[in-house]
């Protein structure tokens, strides 16, 4: 179920509606003494909490008092005393929650080394020390918890760049708010965000009634690309895959399903179509990117088309001018390149990038990476939630385009399509790791079975 998601100007906001009427820090320092102890599992060693100056501190002086209340041991030293070195039970993290916007100083930033290096479990509370809760920055010395207990409802940082290293398990508390009330910022993906396209085929269907999608790419030395996007669009139930190889030599012996075609072809038949595997950057990738954009299909735009139009500026204005629906699927390094900037810039606040990005194109976006941003043109944005390390190997953003060209062919909408596909493309490696494939060595060809396996198992469930 998607879950939303709050920047610290919209949880200010919701505070601000039960302060000070509603106790708010009793009812988060309850919540998170509750889960502390769960998490000591029973142990006789004592619970070390660390309270800092602001509403985080208190929040954590008033978990040390219900501890303390319900006879368990409690250590809080004053930040001028020397850090006790354990063996702890737990340790809390109530140093600075989400109003810190600078890197933690001294001596603060000594207790943030030490509890990084404790071998008990770490709670931070609302968001570990040190991580911007809006963009999951690391603003300097940061903690790594095992348990992060965030309060009234999920902030973005925690959910994307470093924020997953950094805060372990997330639980949240909403301390009996109504959150349903207000409008969140963003909200995680989930199947049931799409479960009104996860319609069961008719059995009097054929082919022709799934869709053709095209796939334009495949230079030589980069076949594989389109052939992955292609062998990806195909098992996610395009009717039928067209793909045009720029390298003519290139055939898949493993997948005699798909179409070699030329351009032509491909754009004639395909009723959606994805621009950019393999493409390379010579002056026919350019004209092959010129006439996808002017193809009257949905399009998906990846790789070294995205690189392409941020060479060319005339095609990037062609392609914002686009009325059928556009899909640009950039890493940070393309998406820099598309804002002519740099990588850091892009990181340092990765919604901001995805959604300047949107504005541009008039496209729906997908930034990349650790907690992929989904954002569309209606403004809706989502962080995706599924997903590990074992994305990060050649082709696995390939593998992506197809399953995304899969769905615009059979009549999904660009929103729903973007939306499924990314959730789809990280529920995949996290079932591929469950069953002990990965992450380190998964690769990208791997993912496309669990994927359809995965589709084919949420179509089943939206029926029931």
Same mark, same amino acid.
């Given at each position: 179920m998607s879950?939303?998601?709050?920047?610290?100007a919209g949880i200010r906001a919701i505070e601000a509606q039960y302060l000070p009427a509603t106790p708010l820090m009793e009812r988060a320092g309850h919540a998170a003494a509750e889960l502390a102890v769960q998490l000591a599992k029973g142990s006789q060693a004592p619970i070390l909490i660390l309270a800092g100056p602001g509403n985080n501190g208190g929040d954590a002086q008033v978990v040390a008092w219900v501890l303390r209340a319900a006879g368990h041991q409690v250590l809080t030293p004053a930040i001028d005393e020397a850090l006790p070195s354990g063996p702890f039970a737990l340790a809390i993290d109530g140093l600075f929650g989400i109003g810190l916007t600078r890197p933690i100083a001294p001596p603060y930033a000594s207790w943030v080394d030490k509890l990084n290096n404790f071998s008990c479990p770490v709670l931070a509370l609302d968001v570990p020390s040190g991580l911007d809760a809006d963009t999951g920055r690391q603003l300097g010395p940061t903690v790594k918890a095992s348990h992060t207990i965030t309060f009234i409802a999920l902030k973005p940082g925690l959910l994307t760049l470093d924020g997953p290293d950094c805060c372990g398990e997330i639980h949240v508390a909403n301390l009996g708010l109504p959150i349903a009330e207000f409008d969140s910022d963003a909200t995680t993906l989930s199947p049931g965000m799409f479960s009104a396209y996860l319609s069961q085929r008719l059995r009097n269907s054929h082919k022709g009634s799934h869709?053709?999608?095209g796939i334009l790419g495949g230079a030589s030395g980069m076949a594989g690309a389109a052939l992955l996007a292609g062998r990806a669009a195909l098992k996610l139930g395009a009717g039928r895959v067209y793909v045009d190889m720029l390298d003519r030599n290139a055939v898949d012996s493993q997948q005699p399903e798909l179409m070699l075609r030329n351009a032509e072809d491909v754009i004639t038949l395909a009723t959606a179509l994805a621009v950019g595997p393999g493409l390379g950057q010579m002056d026919q990738a350019v004209q092959l990117l010129r006439q996808a954009i002017e193809a009257p299909l949905p399009l998906v735009i990846d790789a070294d088309g995205l690189n392409l139009l941020a060479l060319h500026p005339a095609l990037a204005r062609l392609a914002a001018k686009r009325t059928d629906p556009l899909i640009l699927t950039p890493h940070p390094?393309? =998406?820099?390149r598309l804002l002519n900037t740099d990588v850091v810039t892009i990181q340092a606040d990765r919604l901001a990038a995805a959604r300047e990005l949107v504005q541009r194109f008039h496209a729906s976006v997908v930034l990349k990476g650790c907690g992929s941003v989904v954002i569309h043109p209606n403004g809706?944005?989502?962080?995706?939630?599924?997903?590990?390390?074992g994305l990060a190997s050649?082709?696995?953003?390939?593998?992506l385009t197809g399953l995304i060209v899969a769905l615009l062919a059979q009549g999904w909408p660009a929103d729903a399509a973007l939306s499924a596909a990314v959730h789809l493309h990280g529920a995949a490696a996290d079932a591929l790791v469950a069953a002990d494939i990965g992450p380190v060595g998964l690769t990208a060809g791997e993912l496309i079975d669990p994927a359809r396996r995965l589709l084919n198992a949420w179509i089943a469930h =939206?029926?029931?």
């Open positions: 879950a939303p998601i709050f920047s610290v869709g053709s999608a390094a393309e =998406a820099a809706r944005c989502h962080i995706n939630t599924s997903g590990n390390p050649a082709g696995s953003g390939d593998v =939206a029926r029931t």
